[in-house]
DNA sequence: CATAAAATACGTCATTTGACGTATTTTTAA
DNA sequence: TTAAAAATACGTCAAATGACGTATTTTATG
Protein backbone atom coordinates (compact mmCIF):
# COMPACT_ATOMS: atom_id res chain seq x y z
CA UNK A 1 0.00 0.00 0.00
CA UNK A 2 1.13 3.85 -1.12
CA UNK A 3 2.28 5.86 1.80
CA UNK A 4 0.53 9.01 1.77
CA UNK A 5 1.96 11.92 2.30
CA UNK A 6 0.81 15.45 2.82
CA UNK A 7 3.19 18.58 2.60
CA UNK A 8 3.11 22.24 5.08
CA UNK A 9 5.39 24.52 2.95
CA UNK A 10 5.29 28.07 1.61
CA UNK A 11 7.73 28.23 -0.73
CA UNK A 12 7.18 26.65 -4.22
CA UNK A 13 10.25 26.24 -5.25
CA UNK A 14 11.06 23.97 -1.73
CA UNK A 15 7.48 22.01 -2.56
CA UNK A 16 9.26 21.58 -5.86
CA UNK A 17 12.45 19.81 -4.22
CA UNK A 18 10.52 17.60 -2.04
CA UNK A 19 8.47 16.26 -4.76
CA UNK A 20 11.52 15.85 -7.16
CA UNK A 21 13.07 14.07 -3.98
CA UNK A 22 10.01 11.58 -3.31
CA UNK A 23 9.44 10.98 -6.72
CA UNK A 24 11.87 8.54 -7.12
CA UNK A 25 10.10 6.36 -4.65
CA UNK A 26 6.90 4.01 -5.90
CA UNK A 27 5.40 3.74 -2.61
CA UNK A 28 4.72 7.55 -1.78
CA UNK A 29 2.23 9.37 -2.80
CA UNK A 30 1.82 12.89 -2.47
CA UNK A 31 -1.50 13.31 -1.24
CA UNK A 32 -1.62 17.52 -0.94
CA UNK A 33 0.37 20.36 -0.69
CA UNK A 34 -0.52 23.56 1.79
CA UNK A 35 0.81 26.81 1.41
CA UNK A 36 0.50 27.22 5.31
CA UNK A 37 -1.02 25.84 8.63
CA UNK A 38 -4.55 27.00 8.12
CA UNK A 39 -4.83 25.50 4.48
CA UNK A 40 -3.67 22.27 6.12
CA UNK A 41 -5.92 22.21 8.88
CA UNK A 42 -8.63 23.25 6.54
CA UNK A 43 -7.70 19.91 3.62
CA UNK A 44 -7.24 17.91 6.48
CA UNK A 45 -11.05 18.17 7.05
CA UNK A 46 -12.14 17.13 3.56
CA UNK A 47 -9.72 14.09 4.26
CA UNK A 48 -7.88 12.95 6.75
CA UNK A 49 -6.46 9.76 5.24
CA UNK A 50 -2.82 10.80 5.05
CA UNK A 51 -0.13 9.13 6.71
CA UNK A 52 2.74 11.63 7.59
CA UNK A 53 2.55 15.57 6.97
CA UNK A 54 6.46 17.27 6.06
CA UNK A 55 6.01 20.14 7.66
CA UNK A 56 7.56 23.62 7.14
CA UNK A 57 8.13 26.16 10.46
CA UNK A 58 7.88 29.34 8.87
CA UNK A 59 4.73 29.77 7.41
CA UNK A 60 2.18 32.92 6.84
CA UNK A 61 -1.00 32.36 8.61
CA UNK A 62 0.22 29.70 10.96
CA UNK A 63 3.29 28.48 11.09
CA UNK A 64 4.21 24.84 11.11
CA UNK A 65 4.52 24.79 15.36
CA UNK A 66 0.89 26.15 15.73
CA UNK A 67 -0.57 23.52 13.17
CA UNK A 68 1.26 20.36 14.72
CA UNK A 69 -0.44 21.00 17.63
CA UNK A 70 -3.97 21.19 16.49
CA UNK A 71 -3.45 18.58 13.92
CA UNK A 72 -2.05 16.03 16.56
CA UNK A 73 -4.73 17.35 18.89
CA UNK A 74 -7.08 16.20 16.11
CA UNK A 75 -5.21 13.57 14.23
CA UNK A 76 -3.18 11.95 16.81
CA UNK A 77 -2.46 9.41 14.31
CA UNK A 78 -0.74 11.24 11.42
CA UNK A 79 3.30 11.57 11.98
CA UNK A 80 4.41 14.65 11.59
CA UNK A 81 8.04 14.98 10.40
CA UNK A 82 9.24 19.15 10.88
CA UNK A 83 10.99 19.85 7.44
CA UNK A 84 12.78 22.86 8.00
CA UNK A 85 15.90 25.45 7.66
CA UNK A 86 16.23 26.22 11.25
CA UNK A 87 17.99 24.31 13.76
CA UNK A 88 17.38 26.52 17.01
CA UNK A 89 16.86 24.92 19.90
CA UNK A 90 14.09 27.13 20.62
CA UNK A 91 12.34 25.79 17.41
CA UNK A 92 12.89 22.36 18.07
CA UNK A 93 12.20 21.79 21.06
CA UNK A 94 8.60 23.91 20.31
CA UNK A 95 8.35 21.53 17.86
CA UNK A 96 8.70 18.19 19.95
CA UNK A 97 6.47 20.01 22.46
CA UNK A 98 3.33 20.33 19.68
CA UNK A 99 3.94 16.55 18.89
CA UNK A 100 6.62 16.39 16.54
CA UNK A 101 7.30 12.96 15.69
CA UNK A 102 10.71 13.99 13.90
CA UNK A 103 12.58 16.72 12.89
CA UNK A 104 14.83 16.97 9.44
CA UNK A 105 16.70 19.98 7.82
CA UNK A 106 16.27 20.26 4.38
CA UNK A 107 19.40 19.65 3.08
CA UNK A 108 18.58 16.02 3.78
CA UNK A 109 19.12 13.62 0.68
CA UNK A 110 16.16 11.61 -1.01
CA UNK A 111 17.10 8.53 0.33
CA UNK A 112 17.43 9.91 3.70
CA UNK A 113 14.32 11.17 3.50
CA UNK A 114 12.67 8.37 2.23
CA UNK A 115 14.41 6.03 5.68
CA UNK A 116 13.06 9.02 7.65
CA UNK A 117 9.21 8.46 6.48
CA UNK A 118 9.37 4.52 6.67
CA UNK A 119 11.31 4.87 10.62
CA UNK A 120 8.46 7.45 11.38
CA UNK A 121 5.64 5.03 10.36
CA UNK A 122 7.51 1.84 12.33
CA UNK A 123 7.51 4.52 15.26
CA UNK A 124 10.24 5.95 15.30
CA UNK A 125 11.56 9.42 15.58
CA UNK A 126 13.91 10.43 12.44
CA UNK A 127 16.33 13.26 12.88
CA UNK A 128 19.26 14.62 11.47
CA UNK A 129 22.60 14.18 13.61
CA UNK A 130 22.41 17.69 13.99
CA UNK A 131 19.38 18.13 15.51
CA UNK A 132 19.76 14.38 17.39
CA UNK A 133 22.55 16.49 18.91
CA UNK A 134 20.78 19.27 20.17
CA UNK A 135 17.81 16.93 21.34
CA UNK A 136 20.68 15.39 23.71
CA UNK A 137 21.89 19.10 25.03
CA UNK A 138 18.51 20.11 25.86
CA UNK A 139 17.77 17.01 27.75
CA UNK A 140 21.08 17.67 29.82
CA UNK A 141 20.16 21.02 30.62
CA UNK A 142 16.64 21.67 31.39
CA UNK A 143 16.79 25.00 31.25
CA UNK A 144 13.94 26.63 29.22
CA UNK A 145 14.15 30.19 30.50
CA UNK A 146 12.82 32.35 28.07
CA UNK A 147 16.08 34.14 25.95
CA UNK A 148 16.59 37.40 26.27
CA UNK A 149 17.56 39.51 23.00
CA UNK A 150 21.09 39.46 24.37
CA UNK A 151 21.01 35.67 24.29
CA UNK A 152 19.91 35.16 20.82
CA UNK A 153 22.76 37.02 19.69
CA UNK A 154 24.45 34.92 17.48
CA UNK A 155 27.75 33.45 17.71
CA UNK A 156 29.28 30.88 16.11
CA UNK A 157 32.10 29.14 17.28
CA UNK A 158 34.22 26.31 15.47
CA UNK A 159 33.62 22.68 16.11
CA UNK A 160 37.35 23.01 17.52
CA UNK A 161 36.65 25.88 19.41
CA UNK A 162 33.71 24.38 20.85
CA UNK A 163 35.35 21.12 21.77
CA UNK A 164 38.52 23.19 23.63
CA UNK A 165 35.05 25.04 25.70
CA UNK A 166 33.67 21.94 26.87
CA UNK A 167 37.16 20.59 28.02
CA UNK A 168 37.54 24.03 29.67
CA UNK A 169 34.14 23.49 31.72
CA UNK A 170 34.87 20.29 33.06
CA UNK A 171 38.20 22.28 34.78
CA UNK A 172 41.08 21.11 32.65
CA UNK A 173 44.38 23.11 32.27
CA UNK A 174 45.03 24.14 29.38
CA UNK A 175 48.20 21.64 29.54
CA UNK A 176 45.55 18.51 29.73
CA UNK A 177 43.22 19.93 26.81
CA UNK A 178 46.17 20.07 24.68
CA UNK A 179 47.05 16.35 25.92
CA UNK A 180 43.94 15.43 25.32
CA UNK A 181 43.23 17.04 21.70
CA UNK A 182 46.80 16.12 20.59
CA UNK A 183 48.01 19.48 19.91
CA UNK A 184 50.24 22.83 21.34
CA UNK A 185 49.36 23.94 24.58
CA UNK A 186 49.83 27.64 22.29
CA UNK A 187 47.20 26.41 20.04
CA UNK A 188 44.76 25.87 22.88
CA UNK A 189 45.78 28.80 24.43
CA UNK A 190 44.95 31.00 20.73
CA UNK A 191 41.89 28.85 20.69
CA UNK A 192 40.53 30.33 23.81
CA UNK A 193 41.80 33.72 23.15
CA UNK A 194 39.45 33.25 20.21
CA UNK A 195 36.98 31.90 22.28
CA UNK A 196 36.69 34.85 24.83
CA UNK A 197 36.73 37.55 21.65
CA UNK A 198 33.57 35.94 20.06
CA UNK A 199 32.20 35.33 23.52
CA UNK A 200 32.89 39.11 24.97
CA UNK A 201 34.41 37.33 27.97
CA UNK A 202 37.89 37.66 29.90
CA UNK A 203 38.13 34.41 31.87
CA UNK A 204 36.97 30.72 31.93
CA UNK A 205 34.05 30.99 34.28
CA UNK A 206 32.62 33.83 32.29
CA UNK A 207 33.43 31.69 28.81
CA UNK A 208 31.39 28.47 30.69
CA UNK A 209 28.52 30.36 31.75
CA UNK A 210 27.81 32.42 28.63
CA UNK A 211 28.06 29.34 26.61
CA UNK A 212 26.06 27.75 28.72
CA UNK A 213 22.96 30.04 28.24
CA UNK A 214 23.96 30.49 24.44
CA UNK A 215 23.38 26.50 24.83
CA UNK A 216 26.77 26.34 22.68
CA UNK A 217 28.12 23.46 25.16
CA UNK B 1 43.30 6.33 10.05
CA UNK B 2 42.06 3.84 12.10
CA UNK B 3 39.43 4.68 14.17
CA UNK B 4 40.07 3.40 17.54
CA UNK B 5 37.60 1.53 19.68
CA UNK B 6 37.11 0.48 23.42
CA UNK B 7 34.80 -2.13 24.87
CA UNK B 8 33.76 -1.78 28.33
CA UNK B 9 31.57 -4.71 28.48
CA UNK B 10 31.73 -7.68 31.49
CA UNK B 11 29.58 -10.71 29.67
CA UNK B 12 32.22 -12.56 27.56
CA UNK B 13 29.69 -13.60 25.17
CA UNK B 14 28.49 -10.47 24.31
CA UNK B 15 32.25 -9.09 24.08
CA UNK B 16 32.61 -11.66 21.44
CA UNK B 17 28.95 -10.45 18.89
CA UNK B 18 30.41 -7.37 19.10
CA UNK B 19 34.02 -7.91 18.21
CA UNK B 20 32.40 -10.01 15.22
CA UNK B 21 30.78 -7.17 13.78
CA UNK B 22 33.31 -5.02 13.86
CA UNK B 23 35.60 -7.13 12.32
CA UNK B 24 34.03 -6.58 8.99
CA UNK B 25 35.18 -3.13 8.66
CA UNK B 26 38.85 -2.34 7.90
CA UNK B 27 38.90 1.25 9.51
CA UNK B 28 37.91 -0.26 13.06
CA UNK B 29 40.83 -0.96 15.20
CA UNK B 30 39.89 -2.62 18.50
CA UNK B 31 41.93 -1.23 21.48
CA UNK B 32 41.36 -2.90 24.38
CA UNK B 33 38.09 -4.62 26.48
CA UNK B 34 37.61 -3.77 29.86
CA UNK B 35 35.23 -5.72 31.90
CA UNK B 36 34.01 -2.85 34.29
CA UNK B 37 34.35 0.34 34.66
CA UNK B 38 37.18 0.64 36.58
CA UNK B 39 39.00 -1.60 34.70
CA UNK B 40 38.20 0.85 31.95
CA UNK B 41 39.42 3.76 34.02
CA UNK B 42 42.30 2.03 34.43
CA UNK B 43 43.15 1.39 30.76
CA UNK B 44 42.40 4.80 30.02
CA UNK B 45 45.17 5.95 32.26
CA UNK B 46 47.54 3.92 30.52
CA UNK B 47 46.41 4.79 26.83
CA UNK B 48 44.10 7.63 26.46
CA UNK B 49 44.27 7.20 22.55
CA UNK B 50 40.82 6.03 22.05
CA UNK B 51 38.05 7.78 20.05
CA UNK B 52 34.93 5.87 20.85
CA UNK B 53 33.81 3.55 23.79
CA UNK B 54 31.34 1.51 23.53
CA UNK B 55 29.98 1.23 27.18
CA UNK B 56 27.50 -1.54 28.81
CA UNK B 57 25.53 0.18 31.57
CA UNK B 58 25.36 -2.97 33.99
CA UNK B 59 28.44 -4.17 34.83
CA UNK B 60 30.58 -5.43 38.52
CA UNK B 61 32.45 -2.96 39.92
CA UNK B 62 31.36 0.13 38.59
CA UNK B 63 28.40 0.67 35.93
CA UNK B 64 28.59 2.04 32.58
CA UNK B 65 26.79 5.23 33.76
CA UNK B 66 29.60 6.15 36.37
CA UNK B 67 32.19 5.23 33.98
CA UNK B 68 30.84 7.48 31.71
CA UNK B 69 30.88 10.22 33.94
CA UNK B 70 34.46 10.08 34.79
CA UNK B 71 35.97 9.55 31.58
CA UNK B 72 33.89 12.76 30.24
CA UNK B 73 35.54 14.51 32.90
CA UNK B 74 39.18 13.90 32.21
CA UNK B 75 38.67 13.14 28.64
CA UNK B 76 35.77 15.24 27.05
CA UNK B 77 37.23 14.02 23.32
CA UNK B 78 36.31 10.41 23.85
CA UNK B 79 33.04 10.22 22.59
CA UNK B 80 30.57 6.96 24.51
CA UNK B 81 28.08 4.78 22.77
CA UNK B 82 25.81 3.10 24.82
CA UNK B 83 25.21 -0.56 24.00
CA UNK B 84 23.02 -2.15 26.04
CA UNK B 85 19.81 -3.94 26.06
CA UNK B 86 18.65 -1.97 28.51
CA UNK B 87 15.52 0.88 27.10
CA UNK B 88 14.44 2.36 30.12
CA UNK B 89 13.91 5.36 30.58
CA UNK B 90 16.00 6.40 33.70
CA UNK B 91 19.01 4.92 31.92
CA UNK B 92 18.55 6.49 28.80
CA UNK B 93 18.01 9.82 31.03
CA UNK B 94 20.95 8.87 33.19
CA UNK B 95 23.25 8.16 30.13
CA UNK B 96 23.07 11.19 28.69
CA UNK B 97 23.07 13.79 32.11
CA UNK B 98 26.43 11.60 32.48
CA UNK B 99 27.53 12.75 29.38
CA UNK B 100 27.09 9.76 26.79
CA UNK B 101 26.94 10.94 23.00
CA UNK B 102 24.66 7.78 21.88
CA UNK B 103 22.78 5.12 22.65
CA UNK B 104 22.41 1.57 21.04
CA UNK B 105 20.43 -1.28 21.88
CA UNK B 106 22.72 -4.75 21.11
CA UNK B 107 20.39 -5.85 18.97
CA UNK B 108 22.00 -3.61 16.19
CA UNK B 109 23.38 -4.87 13.30
CA UNK B 110 26.99 -4.28 12.04
CA UNK B 111 26.47 -2.09 9.43
CA UNK B 112 24.55 0.50 11.85
CA UNK B 113 26.81 -0.03 14.54
CA UNK B 114 29.76 1.16 12.19
CA UNK B 115 27.42 3.92 10.73
CA UNK B 116 27.10 5.03 14.34
CA UNK B 117 30.84 5.40 15.40
CA UNK B 118 31.18 6.86 12.39
CA UNK B 119 28.15 9.30 13.09
CA UNK B 120 29.20 10.06 16.74
CA UNK B 121 33.23 10.89 15.73
CA UNK B 122 31.38 13.62 13.31
CA UNK B 123 29.46 15.07 16.29
CA UNK B 124 25.73 13.50 15.77
CA UNK B 125 24.43 11.55 18.26
CA UNK B 126 23.45 8.13 16.84
CA UNK B 127 20.76 6.62 18.66
CA UNK B 128 18.18 3.22 17.63
CA UNK B 129 15.00 4.47 16.58
CA UNK B 130 13.01 3.28 20.10
CA UNK B 131 15.50 5.38 22.08
CA UNK B 132 15.65 8.64 19.52
CA UNK B 133 11.56 8.65 20.46
CA UNK B 134 12.18 7.88 24.14
CA UNK B 135 14.72 11.36 24.34
CA UNK B 136 11.64 13.12 22.37
CA UNK B 137 9.44 12.04 25.19
CA UNK B 138 11.63 12.53 28.08
CA UNK B 139 11.68 16.15 26.45
CA UNK B 140 8.27 16.75 26.08
CA UNK B 141 7.86 15.92 29.98
CA UNK B 142 10.74 16.26 32.28
CA UNK B 143 11.39 14.19 34.63
CA UNK B 144 13.68 15.13 37.77
CA UNK B 145 16.29 12.91 38.94
CA UNK B 146 17.24 11.71 42.66
CA UNK B 147 20.44 12.50 43.83
CA UNK B 148 23.28 9.50 43.99
CA UNK B 149 24.35 8.59 47.43
CA UNK B 150 28.08 10.20 46.24
CA UNK B 151 26.54 13.40 45.47
CA UNK B 152 25.40 13.76 48.82
CA UNK B 153 28.42 13.00 51.09
CA UNK B 154 28.41 15.44 53.28
CA UNK B 155 30.86 18.25 53.00
CA UNK B 156 29.88 21.52 54.88
CA UNK B 157 31.20 24.96 53.49
CA UNK B 158 30.64 28.23 55.65
CA UNK B 159 28.31 31.14 55.04
CA UNK B 160 31.37 32.89 54.01
CA UNK B 161 32.43 30.14 51.99
CA UNK B 162 29.37 29.69 49.96
CA UNK B 163 28.69 33.36 49.21
CA UNK B 164 32.48 33.40 47.95
CA UNK B 165 31.66 30.30 45.56
CA UNK B 166 28.42 32.24 44.59
CA UNK B 167 30.74 34.54 43.48
CA UNK B 168 33.56 32.32 41.93
CA UNK B 169 31.12 30.76 40.07
CA UNK B 170 29.78 33.80 38.45
CA UNK B 171 32.97 34.30 36.56
CA UNK B 172 34.02 37.33 39.56
CA UNK B 173 38.04 37.34 40.51
CA UNK B 174 39.12 37.46 43.71
CA UNK B 175 39.52 41.99 43.61
CA UNK B 176 35.65 42.31 42.52
CA UNK B 177 34.53 39.36 45.10
CA UNK B 178 36.82 40.92 48.09
CA UNK B 179 34.88 44.43 47.33
CA UNK B 180 31.77 42.91 47.26
CA UNK B 181 31.80 41.62 50.42
CA UNK B 182 33.92 44.59 51.67
CA UNK B 183 37.03 42.37 53.06
CA UNK B 184 40.58 41.93 51.93
CA UNK B 185 41.75 40.48 48.99
CA UNK B 186 44.05 38.08 50.88
CA UNK B 187 41.01 36.67 53.39
CA UNK B 188 38.84 35.72 49.61
CA UNK B 189 42.35 33.89 48.71
CA UNK B 190 42.11 32.51 52.08
CA UNK B 191 38.49 31.24 51.85
CA UNK B 192 39.00 29.72 48.57
CA UNK B 193 42.33 28.19 49.92
CA UNK B 194 39.52 26.46 52.53
CA UNK B 195 37.06 25.66 50.06
CA UNK B 196 39.09 24.33 47.80
CA UNK B 197 40.53 21.91 50.20
CA UNK B 198 37.14 20.84 51.48
CA UNK B 199 35.76 19.96 48.30
CA UNK B 200 39.45 18.55 47.26
CA UNK B 201 39.49 20.29 44.07
CA UNK B 202 42.30 22.61 42.96
CA UNK B 203 40.54 25.29 40.57
CA UNK B 204 37.59 27.65 40.13
CA UNK B 205 35.55 25.64 37.48
CA UNK B 206 36.11 21.99 39.26
CA UNK B 207 34.97 23.87 42.78
CA UNK B 208 31.87 25.34 41.17
CA UNK B 209 31.21 22.03 38.98
CA UNK B 210 31.39 20.11 42.55
CA UNK B 211 29.55 22.41 44.63
CA UNK B 212 26.76 22.30 41.63
CA UNK B 213 26.72 18.54 41.76
CA UNK B 214 26.51 18.38 45.87
CA UNK B 215 23.59 21.39 45.84
CA UNK B 216 26.28 23.41 47.64
CA UNK B 217 25.25 26.63 45.77
C1' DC C 1 41.25 26.22 -8.42
C1' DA C 2 40.86 30.22 -5.72
C1' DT C 3 39.50 32.29 -1.62
C1' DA C 4 37.97 32.27 3.01
C1' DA C 5 37.76 30.14 7.28
C1' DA C 6 39.75 27.27 10.60
C1' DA C 7 43.44 25.19 12.90
C1' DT C 8 48.01 25.17 13.99
C1' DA C 9 52.07 27.32 16.61
C1' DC C 10 55.44 30.49 19.00
C1' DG C 11 56.97 34.59 21.75
C1' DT C 12 56.32 38.12 25.27
C1' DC C 13 54.60 40.36 29.34
C1' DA C 14 51.57 41.63 33.00
C1' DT C 15 48.15 39.73 35.92
C1' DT C 16 45.83 36.18 38.40
C1' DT C 17 45.66 32.13 40.69
C1' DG C 18 46.85 28.26 43.79
C1' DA C 19 49.45 26.45 47.70
C1' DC C 20 52.04 27.20 51.44
C1' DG C 21 52.89 29.34 56.23
C1' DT C 22 51.60 32.35 60.10
C1' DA C 23 48.62 35.05 63.11
C1' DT C 24 44.86 37.90 65.23
C1' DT C 25 40.03 38.75 66.05
C1' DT C 26 35.19 37.41 66.19
C1' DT C 27 31.50 34.23 66.65
C1' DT C 28 29.39 29.99 68.13
C1' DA C 29 28.33 26.32 70.97
C1' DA C 30 29.11 23.14 74.76
C1' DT D 1 33.44 30.77 80.28
C1' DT D 2 36.14 28.46 77.48
C1' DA D 3 37.34 25.72 73.53
C1' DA D 4 36.35 25.25 68.71
C1' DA D 5 35.11 27.13 64.50
C1' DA D 6 34.92 30.90 61.47
C1' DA D 7 36.51 35.05 59.64
C1' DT D 8 39.95 38.16 59.10
C1' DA D 9 44.68 39.39 57.03
C1' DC D 10 49.59 39.35 55.15
C1' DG D 11 53.75 37.43 52.74
C1' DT D 12 55.99 34.48 49.38
C1' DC D 13 56.68 31.79 45.26
C1' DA D 14 55.66 28.96 41.39
C1' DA D 15 52.33 28.05 38.02
C1' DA D 16 48.56 29.29 35.17
C1' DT D 17 46.09 32.58 32.71
C1' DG D 18 44.82 36.46 29.61
C1' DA D 19 46.01 39.75 25.95
C1' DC D 20 48.76 41.03 22.50
C1' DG D 21 51.31 40.17 17.90
C1' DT D 22 52.76 37.26 13.96
C1' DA D 23 52.71 33.43 10.72
C1' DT D 24 52.14 28.90 8.40
C1' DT D 25 49.32 24.98 7.18
C1' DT D 26 44.99 22.67 6.50
C1' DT D 27 40.16 22.39 5.37
C1' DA D 28 35.83 23.97 3.25
C1' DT D 29 33.18 25.92 -0.20
C1' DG D 30 31.77 28.09 -4.14
Known amino acids: MKLRI ?21 DITIKFIAKNGAELIGKLADDQRVDVILMDIQMPEMNGIKATE ?3 NQYPQIKIIMLTVYDDDEYIFDSIKAGANGYLLKEIDAQKLHDSILEVLNDGAPMTPSIALKTLNLLRNPTFKTDTKEDLEEVRLSKRETEILIQLSKGLNYNLIAENLVISPSTVRKHIENI ?8 KMEAVLKAQKKNLI
Open 6 to 26: AIAEDNHFLVKTIQEKLSFFE
Open 70 to 72: LVK
Open 196 to 203: YRKLQVHN
